[in-house]
């Protein structure tokens, strides 16, 4: 029987069953994996406590104490203890509310009243005390029933009690850890003092250690009210800086800008950025940004809130939009996130406008800095490039100029090198005091057409067809056959072609060039190297070297403006015996300029040895002593 007549069965008898929950299971996997650090511990545990703070002025603003935090290290006894003044628990909240998994009172109240500074939202936070400790015990007296103490006691978290004891002089609570032996250093004062500075440095709440009389988070924040609002802008930069200066953990900040949010506009957030003084080249990605979520830290690792290119910022940014993940150490990708990525570009792109039209030295130490990542930037961002057109340094053959100071020097063409450094294209406009940008170092190339465009300037690519072009003329009459071949013979080698050609200065008689294709070719026919290239990028490759069959593996251009070879050709046409000698002079000049340029053919075994003594050689010879009546004797020419 087919499928499609099968009778239709009967419904199976079903039953609507609950889900069992292996608690102790349970608690273990949210007590020890939901967070990547036993630090959060105290990150929950101090975050509990200023809620608590935030419920007492919410229920009973009159007899609100002043908030204080204090966190106890005893390392004899292993102990950390997080104390508070705040609303205190009841034994029915502790209850329903510490020993019950998922239910957060500080969520309900907020839904309630609407009230931003209260910080938990899945009464998970408690748990985390059990990743770091082997008992935990808490001790309250309720602002409602200030003569009652109750103590939770519990080894696990799995299983508690809760026992009457002697009320605390003032409601608050005190959450004591016995800490794990593998955690006993969370129980030394200076390791709580410099995490407990990082996670509450942005609390409204004065959080201490021990008795310390100068609470952790007592650095000013800039964008906080209460801070002086009319104050000068110099005396408002220089809070900016001494924030990011306390705050940056591996560089020093060069300068500092503020994010602000638009009003009306898609994100609340509001922080700090600053320029980090580590250097960056290319694809260096030194980002760091720590996001707070209502004054406490969430993450110090978002930096892909960051621009990709901004490589050299750090930050610290708050935000009560923000969804964080249950852990509360990272952010849900939602549109507020997306919001705030692109309010941080702009953010970035103007403190660096703002920078550079108010503090012009600071903005040249920036750029440089951070020359190299900026050219990548810039052709990242318009406004970037916009800015940084002009003023950014690039890489060339006389170090660091600017795009503007090669197009000056070029008589209003830049110059641009396609290959390394030491090229012959360098060698020619060395001799003609021109400097070329260098091509191959990161970003140059696109930024430099990108310039080109911009500007209305000319741009020689030096190493591509067009730059070869530009570099070497025609001459005005073509050389002879016979003169061609014996110019060929004596001045070439193995895969080199001569080519005559006009080209400045006239000094230089002749200069060898590497056909790239063919040494491409070459690197990828050796089956050692082509195996370190990925295939993708292999077959592109091959593409391209497919027009050439590699023979010529480098082209001599011989400079007939150069009186040295117009001498040379003028003794070959007597018929003057020495001419032979002069070549030889020229050929072992190639090849030193060539190995000094690092521009002839990879596998032309050049022997600098036989060159210098070519030279040697050829001297020699044409000061030897000759007859005068000889055919041998040349006369130069008046000019020469």
Not at 409 to 427: D, I, Q, R, W
Request: hydrophobic share 40%.
């Amino acid at each position: 029987m087919s499928e499609e007549h099968r009778p239709e069965q009967p419904p199976e008898h079903t039953t609507l069953r609950t889900t069992e929950v292996d608690l102790g299971g349970l608690v273990g996997v949210l007590a020890t994996h939901l967070y990547s650090t036993p630090l959060v511990a105290l990150r929950e545990l101090v975050q509990n406590a200023h809620d608590s703070h935030t419920r007492r002025a919410l229920e009973a603003p009159e007899a609100a104490a002043d908030p204080v935090i204090r966190v106890h290290a005893d390392p004899a006894r292993r102990t950390v203890s997080v104390e508070d003044t705040g609303a205190g628990l009841t034994e029915p909240e502790i209850h329903a509310y510490l020993a019950t998994v998922g239910t957060g009172y500080t969520r309900m109240l907020r839904e309630l009243t609407g009230n931003k500074e209260l910080i938990g939202a899945f009464g998970l936070g408690f748990l985390s005390a059990f990743s770091v400790a082997e008992e935990v015990t808490v001790t309250t007296t309720s602002h409602r029933e200030p003569a009652l103490g109750h103590r939770y006691r519990s080894r696990g978290g799995e299983q508690y009690t809760v026992a009457p004891c002697a009320a605390r002089s003032t409601p608050g609570t005190v959450v004591e850890l016995l800490l794990k032996p593998e955690h006993a250093a969370l129980a030394e004062p200076d390791t709580l003092r410099e995490v407990l500075a990082r996670y509450c440095v942005l609390l409204s709440v004065p959080v201490y250690v021990g008795e310390d009389e100068r609470p952790v988070n007592a650095v000013a924040v800039p964008w906080r009210q209460g801070l002086e609002s009319a104050r000068s802008e110099p005396a408002e930069y220089a809070a900016r800086m001494r924030f990011a200066t306390a705050f940056g953990r591996r560089f020093e900040p060069l300068t500092a800008f503020p994010v602000t949010p638009a009003p009306g506009g898609p994100t609340d957030a509001v922080g700090l950025l600053w320029v980090q003084d580590g250097a960056t080249y290319g694809s260096s990605d030194n980002r760091e940004l720590a996001v707070y979520l209502r004054g406490m830290l969430l993450t110090e690792d978002a930096r892909d809130l960051l621009p990709s290119w901004a490589g050299f910022i750090g930050g610290v940014i708050e935000s009560d939009r923000l969804t964080p993940t249950a852990s509360r150490e990272d952010l849900q990708r939602d549109e507020h996130y997306r919001a705030l990525r692109q309010a941080l570009t702009e953010a970035v792109v103007d403190g660096l406008y703002e920078t550079a039209r108010l503090r012009p030295e600071v903005w040249r130490r920036v750029l440089a800095r951070h020359g190299q990542e900026l050219l990548g930037a810039a052709l990242c961002e318009e406004r970037l490039f916009t800015l940084l057109a002009d003023d950014v340094p690039v890489p060339s053959s006389q170090g660091e100029l600017t795009a503007g100071a090669l197009r000056a020097a070029g008589s209003g063409t830049v110059h641009v090198a396609l290959g390394g450094e030491g090229g012959f294209e360098e060698m020619l406009y060395r001799a003609m005091r021109v400097p070329i940008a260098r091509g191959d170092r990161y970003a140059v190339l696109p930024f430099l057409r990108r310039y080109a465009a911009l500007r209305g300037c000319r741009l020689v690519e030096l190493g591509g067809e067009s730059g070869t072009e530009e570099l070497f003329r025609e001459p005005d009459r073509p050389l002879a056959e016979e003169e061609t071949a014996w110019l060929s013979a004596a001045l070439t080698g193995e895969g080199e072609q001569l080519v005559p050609a006009r080209f400045d200065p006239p000094g230089l008689p002749l200069v060898l060039v590497p056909d790239r294709a063919a040494q491409l070719k070459a690197r990828l026919e050796d089956g050692a190297a082509a195996a370190r290239i990925p295939s993708a990028a292999l077959r592109l490759a091959r593409s391209f070297t497919a027009r050439t069959d590699g023979a010529v593996r480098a082209r001599l251009y011989l400079n007939l403006d150069s009186p040295a070879v117009d001498r040379l050709l003028t003794a070959y046409r007597a018929g003057h015996t020495g001419s032979a000698t002069a070549a030889g002079l020229l050929r072992s000049v190639k090849v030193i300029m060539a190995a000094a340029g690092a521009t002839g053919p990879a596998d032309s075994g050049a022997d600098l040895t036989a060159a210098l003594t070519g030279i040697s050689t050829a001297v020699a010879a044409l000061t030897a002593p000759t007859d005068p009546h000889s055919s041998e004797h040349f006369e130069p020419k008046a000019d020469a």
